[in-house]
């Protein structure tokens, strides 16, 4: 499978603008013959929103016509695209509206799934949705296993661990990270990829939205660790990786047949980590 990781700027509040650089970006990655693209957190909407009234100006509900727009363009192609945005979930009778910091894995055939942000940093629109409410769990891409995450997300071990057991071949992080987190860029993605054993896409955004400047620095991490992709710094690109979703599945790994042997997922010792959900 070829994997593309999206690295771009976001054009604030600019839905025209930024659907059709998804657009774009999908027609170029589908001449590489990628298979899964990852874009950036709030790639439709833009993310440095001063508060929750112009947030829900700016949110999209799941039946907007723009995702049939995207899903038209993978409609024939044998391509899937996690694409981040800022959701509403109208009012009813017996709930008033909501607003999330979302992502959807989209594919020839429609929606395939949705993910919800979990860990809110009081940061741009964190400050204002909900926090999520959909439980992880992975998604079929034409056979390989795909965990979704958005930015906070990746600073925890715990969700990556549980997408992890739940059998994810690859986790797709769209991210927002500016320049003061540009160590997170640089080292929560190989060690994700590692403690894990699976494959780690982080898509970043450049450019500066209200005072925040972005710092790219995206990649593709493989099960080891090794980074098979990575952009130098804050240009716009598409990163691609060739991968095999099999080796992610293979957790046992022998550096020397019979003497050096470690199975990260085997080896666990669940019994002793209880205090993680307690405290």
Same mark, same amino acid.
């Given at each position: 499978?070829?994997?593309?990781?999206?690295?771009?700027?976001?054009?604030?509040?600019?839905?025209?603008?930024?659907?059709?650089?998804?657009?774009?970006?999908?027609?170029?990655?589908? /001449?590489?013959?990628? /298979?899964? +693209?990852?874009?950036?957190?709030?790639? %439709?909407?833009?993310?440095?929103?001063?508060?929750?009234?112009?947030?829900?100006?700016?949110?999209?509900?799941?039946?907007?016509? +723009?995702?049939?727009?995207?899903?038209?363009?993978?409609?024939?192609?044998?391509?899937?695209?996690?694409?981040?945005?800022? /959701?509403? /979930?109208? !009012?009813?009778?017996?709930?008033?509206?909501?607003?999330?910091?979302?992502?959807?894995?989209?594919?020839?055939?429609?929606?395939?799934? %949705?993910?919800?942000? +979990?860990?809110?940093?009081?940061?741009?629109?964190?400050?204002?949705?909900?926090?999520?409410?959909?439980?992880?769990?992975?998604?079929? !891409?034409?056979?390989?296993?795909?965990?979704?995450?958005? &930015?906070?997300?990746?600073?925890?071990?715990?969700?990556?661990? +549980?997408?992890?057991? &739940?059998?994810?071949?690859?986790?797709?992080?769209?991210?927002?990270?500016?320049?003061?987190?540009?160590?997170?860029?640089?080292?929560?993605?190989?060690?994700?990829?590692?403690?894990?054993?699976?494959?780690?896409?982080?898509?970043?955004?450049?450019?500066?939205?209200?005072?925040?400047?972005?710092?790219?620095?995206?990649?593709?991490?493989?099960?080891?660790?090794?980074?098979?992709?990575?952009?130098?710094?804050?240009?716009?690109?598409?990163?691609?990786?060739?991968?095999?979703?099999?080796?992610?599945?293979?957790?046992?790994?022998?550096?020397?047949?019979?003497?050096?042997?470690?199975?990260?997922?085997?080896?666990?010792?669940?019994?002793?980590?209880?205090?993680?959900?307690?405290?």
């Amino acid at each position: 499978m070829l994997l593309a990781c999206v690295q771009t700027d976001i054009h604030f509040g600019d839905l025209p603008h930024n659907l059709n650089s998804v657009l774009t970006t999908l027609q170029s990655a589908h /001449e590489k013959h990628a /298979e899964l +693209v990852v874009f950036p957190e709030c790639m %439709l909407t833009g993310y440095a929103m001063d508060s929750r009234e112009e947030a829900l100006t700016h949110a999209l509900t799941l039946d907007d016509p +723009v995702f049939s727009q995207i899903c038209s363009v993978l409609a024939g192609k044998n391509m899937f695209a996690s694409v981040g945005f800022l /959701e509403l /979930e109208p !009012a009813t009778q017996s709930q008033a509206a909501r607003l999330f910091n979302s992502a959807v894995l989209l594919g020839p055939q429609g929606i395939v799934g %949705l993910y919800r942000k +979990v860990h809110l940093p009081h940061l741009g629109v964190d400050r204002f949705v909900d926090r999520g409410d959909i439980p992880y769990r992975v998604l079929d !891409a034409n056979g390989a296993r795909v965990g979704l995450a958005i &930015c906070y997300d990746s600073s925890f071990p715990e969700p990556m661990r +549980v997408l992890a057991l &739940c059998g994810a071949d690859i986790i797709a992080l769209g991210t927002n990270w500016p320049i003061a987190a540009r160590r997170t860029a640089e080292i929560v993605p190989p060690a994700r990829s590692m403690e894990n054993h699976l494959y780690f896409v982080a898509a970043n955004r450049i450019g500066t939205e209200r005072g925040f400047r972005f710092c790219g620095c995206s990649s593709i991490c493989g099960p080891d660790g090794v980074e098979l992709a990575r952009a130098v710094g804050d240009e716009e690109t598409i990163l691609y990786a060739d991968v095999d979703v099999q080796h992610a599945r293979n957790k046992r790994i022998e550096r020397t047949p019979g003497a050096h042997v470690i199975d990260r997922f085997a080896d666990r010792c669940p019994d002793f980590y209880r205090s993680i959900t307690t405290h």
